[in-house]
């Protein structure tokens, strides 16, 4: 009954790229809302009240295992290396895991300029991701360190702010990767077949 969906491999290819950029879309939304929130807090108590880890975001779990770690215990640089590369493994969420299978198999597949243009997307989604985490982690570290709680409001709502018009600017590409791959790859991938059964 559904074979007609995936009957061609444009169509299969088309369907892969919606599921992804769909799923890459929700995600970045609820990460969108979760920075939105963190950075409508006009007070200490309510941005830690945020920070509670009840989110599913990247970010809220990055916090909670930033804040249980062992960082600012350890002396080495390799250990601290390692330390903080666990704490980003553990922070991605299954639905990320699931986006960097993909973005695995678009690195080993990726001949058409659509496909290719996805792979950029999921390229990118992570280096920003990984380069917000970084300034996060440096910010915690700089409190940790100084004990400064005005820091902790000013540092991460100048964060959560370059994350809200990153996450708003990628949802913007996304929603036009989405509506490109709808029409011009799926969809054509239909009409091209109609065609050559008339």
């Not at 879309?25 to 969108?32: C, E, G, I, R, V």
């Not at 770690?69 to 290396?81: F, K, R, V, Y």
């Not at 280096?127 to 440096?138: D, H, M, P």
Request: charged content about 10%; aromatic content about 14%; overall charge positive.
């Amino acid at each position: 009954m559904f074979d007609i969906l995936v009957d061609t491999r444009r169509k299969r290819l088309g369907l892969v790229l919606l599921v992804m950029a769909i799923l890459l879309f929700f995600l970045m939304a609820s990460d969108l809302f979760y920075v939105t929130g963190i950075f409508s807090s006009r007070s200490t108590s309510a941005l830690l009240a945020r920070m509670d880890g009840s989110s599913t975001s990247f970010y809220a779990r990055l916090i909670v295992f930033l804040l249980n770690s062992s960082l600012t215990s350890l002396s080495s640089w390799l250990a601290i290396g390692l330390e903080y590369l666990f704490v980003l493994l553990r922070s991605l969420t299954n639905l990320e895991w699931l986006l960097v299978i993909g973005l695995l198999l678009f690195v080993l597949s990726h001949q058409e300029r659509i496909s290719r243009f996805m792979l950029y997307i999921l390229t990118l989604h992570f280096i920003l991701r990984f380069i917000l985490a970084g300034a996060l982690t440096l910010v915690f570290g700089e409190i940790l360190a100084t004990n400064d709680i005005h820091l902790l409001l000013n540092g991460v709502h100048y964060l959560s702010l370059a994350a809200m018009i990153i996450h708003a600017g990628m949802l913007v590409v996304l929603g036009y990767y989405i509506y490109t791959v709808w029409m011009h790859v799926y969809l054509a991938a239909f009409r091209k077949k109609d065609a050559s059964n008339g």
